[in-house]
């Protein structure tokens, strides 16, 4: 069964600083993709970041970036310049890929709580 | 709307009754997913829907729980004899055809009294 395990309940750091969210991942399966989504007091998922087991280069979208490890199992969430906005809840999720008549669900970690210090 | 629409917002209901919650997908998404999410915790995988027809439900906790999505667009997340434990917050999730990324609605927050 697949698993997530996100080990920081809660993340501080100053405005305009980097700051790294953990995330280790337990599978069997050989094809599968890691995602990121943030989530505000809102209460909405908003889909950060993805990444494919089979993507050789680690992937960004803008200020985001994932430090993709595969023979570790894990798959950090790099946040370079932080904005007082990006505090929020921080999930890290995957999910198996071209599995036969197999769910696409997601599986999700805990989540990591980041707040951003003016 | 561009997005994710699910209703209630909020639903307050007495232990036993039954209760509906829909959501409005992306128009043109095919896939739909139902998650639920406890306190502190990170949303856990209820069903899955390819069209009109649910290819996984192996996530719905029991048979008090069902969904459907009759026409593959909207879909209603049915809950009978409502117990305290299933207060939570429900989402639902749409993809296109071939799509990797889930676009999440706003979410019903359950609250059973």
């Known amino acids: 069964a697949q698993k997530i395990t996100q080990t920081q309940p809660g993340m501080f750091v100053q405005e305009k600083e980097a700051v790294t969210l953990d995330c280790t991942y337990d599978?069997?399966?050989?094809?599968?993709?890691l995602f990121w989504y943030k989530q505000p007091s809102s209460g909405e998922m908003i889909f950060l970041i993805y990444?494919?087991?089979?993507?050789?280069q680690n992937a960004t979208e803008g200020r985001y970036s994932l430090n993709f490890q595969k023979a570790r199992k894990s798959a950090n969430l790099v946040i370079s310049a932080s904005q007082l906005g990006d505090s929020a809840m921080y999930f890290c999720?995957?999910?198996?890929?071209?599995?036969?008549?197999?769910?696409?669900?997601?599986?999700f970690g805990k989540g990591t709580k980041l707040t951003v210090n003016p | 709307g561009a997005g994710v629409s699910q209703t209630p917002s909020n639903k307050v209901t007495e232990k036993g009754k039954y209760v509906e919650l829909r959501c409005d997908p992306i128009?043109?998404?095919?896939?739909l997913y139902w998650y639920r999410q406890s306190l502190g915790q990170g949303p856990e995988f209820l069903i899955y829907?390819?069209?009109?027809?649910?290819?996984?439900d192996s996530g719905l906790p029991n048979d008090r729980f069902f969904a459907v999505r009759p026409e593959g667009s909207v879909s209603t997340l049915k809950i009978q004899r409502t117990e305290r434990g299933d207060s939570a917050v429900y989402l639902c999730?749409?993809?296109?055809?071939?799509?990797?990324?889930?676009?999440f609605g706003q979410g019903t927050r359950l609250t059973v009294v």
């Open positions: 999730a749409s993809s296109p055809t071939g799509g990797r990324v889930a676009f």
């Open positions: 599978t069997s399966d050989q094809s599968y993709g």
């Open positions: 990444q494919g087991s089979y993507d050789e």
């Open positions: 999720a995957m999910r198996e890929i071209y599995s036969q008549g197999g769910s696409e669900k997601l599986v």
């Open positions: 128009s043109g998404h095919t896939a």
């Open positions: 829907f390819q069209g009109t027809g649910a290819a996984d």
